[in-house]
């Protein structure tokens, strides 16, 4: 690729720049809709929307029919309104998570370029929008992209509305997107919406002893506004359920960060291999990224510094917080972000060429240790799964390879060449990073068990047919069955929800027993989902039974036909 030093750069040229946003949506689009949803978690969140849209009860979420508290509604609208419009689907039930991600593209393009200049907002967008992690997750329906899409309005709102020079109205609207973006963020995923952008400003004021920031975030109109966007909801569930409170504030959110009480503890190191891989294609400037932070001029407002402690601070809480799950950090990508696009704009091109080299070698490393992954699996059909995933992620380091070469070559092409680079870098990590995700679809589609939807509907011939889940809770079947299932023996996370309503499951697994030998008995359809160790003693007990569909999770199983 010969690039002339001279040449005006891409990103002077607002052709390249709309060819650029216009491929990058489009593949962003494609993609949400191009995968099975895998279980947990959006299989958990689109059943909860789809039970939501169907039990018109907008104010107690349920799972599986049972109350559910572990979190607020904001996802489940969102996705209840996208059914209620688009209908039920895999794109459909990921949309909320799209636009959120899109969400926070956009706000740290527009905010590097009000704080620093246009190039930084660009270069920005362009590393939030190619990072493995954020377009990873803006392409999983769960709740931590949700939140990380609140969170960006908080945080860009903040910096914009204390950034020098801002005009009186400036900082008033900017402020309160930042209140609404706590708010927005408080429905998410609860406390910490503005628990932790609270801190970030506690530490932040502690650290530059800027304490007429407090007097500038008209905290009267932006505690009316919070409160308005957030109480209405925890007021009316409280009067439905009075047992929510005690659960939500104390058990998921005291006991959670303070206890294993979730058995998802983890190392004080747990989150840097997320990290390190999540920045990728970046990698090789996230060092320098943070430095500009440490090293800004202690003078007037300091966004740098507080995108450092931003960053810094979210990852030290969930480090030492008693609950780890890998998407808890996603919230400091954006301000990581706005912190390399900030470096990369003034940086040598020998920066970029050691970032390159360092993705290229990734993806070398990738394709000389990607045959080793192909024969991994537990059984035949995971080993033949990861043999066809393998041709997926040999063409994505392929990809990562190149690209990172191609960067390389082009970064010492001049000023021109630099931008280039760095839209190399950003395309080809961003499609690596899809074509790594799409070819998961197979996986994903085994652990959802959806190959399996079309003979169980053939079951349910009525809508009162009898569908139980014996010894597992299948979080994906029930979105595409549109069907709750009665659980058996276990409770899994709706064990709260089951106490305060016990009728819903059968406990024991002889009542099963005896209740499908009934079915049997009066010639009634019935299908379960069983567990692979259960079914085998359900055979050792001669219980009537036909397969009508197995894989080494699962086995499902119906009545006798008369």
Known sequence: MNIPKHTQSPFESPRTLWALAIGFLIVWFYMLGARTLVPTDEGRYAEMG???LATGDWI???????????????????????????????????????LCGLIGVASVAYTGNKLFNRRVGIIAALVLGSSFYWAGMGHVNSLDMGLSGMMVLCMCGLLLGQRDGVSDTERRNAMLVCWAGMALATMSKGLIGFVLPGAVLVIYTLLTRDWALWARL?????LILFFAITAPWFILIALKNPEHPHFFFIHEHFQRFTSGVHNRGGAWYYFFPFLLLGIVPWLGVLLQGLWTGIKEPSAGFQPRKLLLIWAVFFFFFFSISGSKL?????????????????????????????????????????????????????????????????????????ITLAGGLVAWFVAGKGHAGKDWSIILLASAGFIAGQVAFLGHDPWGQYIAGSAHVPSIKAELTKPDTPLYAVGRYEQSLPFYLERTLT????????????KQQPELWIPNRADFVARWRAHN???????????TDIYKEFQQQNLPMRVIGEDPRRVIIATIRP
């Open 521 to 531: 008995q009066r010639g009634e359809a019935a299908v379960a989902i069983v567990r």
């Open 326 to 398: 890998p998407g808890y950090i996603l919230p400091i990508f954006p301000a990581l972000a706005l912190l390399i696009g900030f470096y990369v704009d003034q940086c040598q091109a020998r920066a970029l060429k050691i970032a390159a080299i360092l993705f290229a070698l990734l993806g070398l490393i990738g394709l000389l240790f990607v045959n080793k992954a192909a024969g991994l699996g537990s059984n035949s059909i995971e080993t033949s799964l990861n043999q066809g995933y393998a041709t997926w992620l040999f063409v994505a380091a392929g």
């Open 218 to 222: 008209h905290m009267g109109k932006g």
């Open 60 to 98: 107690t979420l349920r799972l599986n029919g049972i109350k559910y508290f572990e979190k607020p509604p904001l996802q489940n609208w969102m996705n209840a309104l996208t059914f209620s419009v688009f209908g039920l689907g895999d794109w459909q039930a990921r949309l909320w998570t799209g």
């Open 487 to 498: 659980l058996v023996e276990f409770p899994d996370e709706m064990e709260f929800g089951l």
């Open 50 to 52: 789809r039970e939501m």
